[in-house]
Each structure stands twice: as C-alpha cells, then as structure tokens.
C-alpha cells in the first residue's frame, strides 16, 4: 500500500522513476550533435552557434524523445517491482511513492505527447517514435527477460535518440551514425555488464539473461569479442571518411576501453560490476563530449 507523503516527496519520487539525470543527457547530447554534427544549412556561417540552440524544432525533437524515454522508465519499473526489490530495493519508486495505476497513466500520457509531438514535426519522425514507444512496452513486458534480445533493444533506442537527428534534419548523417553506432556498442556493453550485476535477482524470478544461461566466464568472452569488433569498425569507418580528427579522438578512448577491458578481466563481484557499468556511462559521456572537436 503507497504511504500518503508530502507532494514534494511525490515530485521527487516521479523525478527518480523517470531517471530526470539519464533524460538530461539525452537533451544535452541531442543539443550538441545539432550544433558540432549536424551544424548550420548550407550557405549559414559556421558561428551561428547560439541560433542553433535556439531552433524550435530541436527543441521539440528532444521533448518528444524525453517523454518517450520517460515513459519507458515508468513502464520498465512497473513491471520490474518484484526484481528490483531484490536487486536495488532503494530505487524502489512505485508502490512506495506512487501507485501503480498512477505510475500506467504517466506512462500513457507521456507516450501520447511523445507521438503527437514528433507527427507534428515529421512523419518519419512520428514512425521513429512509435517504433520506439512499441520496442519499450515489448522489451519491459517480454524481450528484457530473454538472453541478448533485450540488450540489443535497449541499446538501440539509445542510438535512436541520434538517428532521429538524421532522420529530421538529413545532413552530416554519417558522423551522426557514427556516433549513433558508438553509443549502441558502448550501451550493449554496459546493459550486459548490468546484468551480470542483477544476476541474483533475475535468477529468482526466472529471467534468462546471458550471464544466467551462459554463465559469466562465457558473457564475459562475449564482451571481448563485442568491444574488439567495435574499436575495428569504429577505426575502419573513420578511416573511410579520412577524418583525422575522428581518428585521433577515437585513439584517446583507447584508454578508458582498454582500463574496462582489465577491470572486466577481473572482476567477480557485484559491486565490481557496478564499477563496470559506472564506467561505461563515463566512456559515453567522453565520447558526447567529444563531438566538439570533429568538426
């Protein structure tokens, strides 16, 4: 039964479900990718920077992408209450700050804003959104208890929030693929790495994550192979633009990838892998930040 609390504890509480931080970073690295990758029309001055983020159409892209991406949240721990209990029983929102039929509603009304803002921006856009509002229910009720297919999943909707500048503005959509291709690889290591973190709480509620069916020596040569073909395609598709810039930013997150790769080497543990997953949110950041320097 869900306490009577303080509205402010009720705000709060609705902040965390939607992970407000996670949402943040997807406005800042949409915002960056328009001014570093997308930049201005041809013909503009290259210095229009602050018009850029001014463009009322980014900012309705990244609130259709936030309010889907919201409802996602809300839709994953709705369905994950038991799980979560056992693995992070501090996140533990609904139930405790929200009721469940509270916490439904949310998740609808915020798809419904999502959808209706991106058919008003595009209809390619509206198809983005709906392909993801559709992938977030399949993946929180089905597809996250099954081996691999809910990583990919998740990590291709974190791409998405880069294809769908692509998709609107069509330009610069090779460096916008790039790094959108960036962000599924360093995501799909990090949503492996968490579930070798919440292995026990998954287990008790019969999930079938990799770590659960191939154990965690195997995922672990899994994520080798995964990084390795990553850092060659990375360089590979660098090398095919003769970006040089591209090339040397990617040499320096050489370092953080290969310090990964030796704590995942050595790690047992489940606040090891907590480490892990830190990281890897890290090693995305540094390459959203990044972004200032291709151009």
């Not at 090339?247 to 953080?256: H, N, T």
């Not at 990838?257 to 995305?284: E, P, Q």
């Amino acid at each position: 039964m869900v306490r009577k609390l303080p509205l402010s504890a009720f705000f709060l509480g609705f902040l965390r479900l939607i992970r407000v931080q996670n949402l943040l970073i997807v406005v800042g690295t949409q915002y960056l990718a328009r001014v570093c990758l997308v930049g201005p029309e041809a013909g503009s001055p290259a210095t229009q920077w602050p018009q850029l983020l001014l463009d009322p159409a980014l900012f309705l892209l990244s609130l259709s992408t936030v309010c889907i991406a919201a409802a996602g949240y809300v839709i994953n721990d709705y369905f994950d209450i038991k799980i979560d209990i056992v693995n992070k029983p501090e996140r533990v929102i609904i139930g405790r700050y929200l009721k469940r039929r509270v916490a439904m509603g949310a998740h609808q009304v915020l798809n419904v804003i999502g959808c209706l803002i991106g058919l008003y921006l595009s209809r390619w856009v509206f198809a983005v959104d709906v392909l993801s509002v559709t992938l977030l229910w399949f993946y929180s009720v089905y597809f996250k208890r099954q081996p691999f297919v809910g990583n990919l999943i998740v990590s291709f909707l974190t791409a998405l929030s880069l294809i769908i500048l692509a998709v609107y503005y069509r330009r610069n959509t090779d460096l916008l693929l790039i790094y959108a291709a960036f962000s599924f690889c360093i995501s799909l290591v990090r949503e492996i790495i968490k579930d070798m973190e919440d292995v026990k709480g998954d287990a008790r509620f019969g999930c079938r994550t990799l770590p659960i069916v191939w154990g965690i020596r195997r995922t672990k040569y899994l994520l080798y192979g995964i990084i390795a073909l990553f850092i060659a395609t990375l360089f590979l598709i660098a090398n095919s633009l003769d970006n040089l810039r591209l090339a040397w930013i990617f040499m320096i997150l050489l370092i953080p990838i290969g310090w990964l790769v030796f704590r995942l080497v050595r790690a047992d543990t489940k606040r090891d892998f907590n480490y892990l997953s830190s990281l890897c949110k890290l090693i995305m950041l540094m390459g959203v930040v990044s972004m200032v320097w291709v151009i």
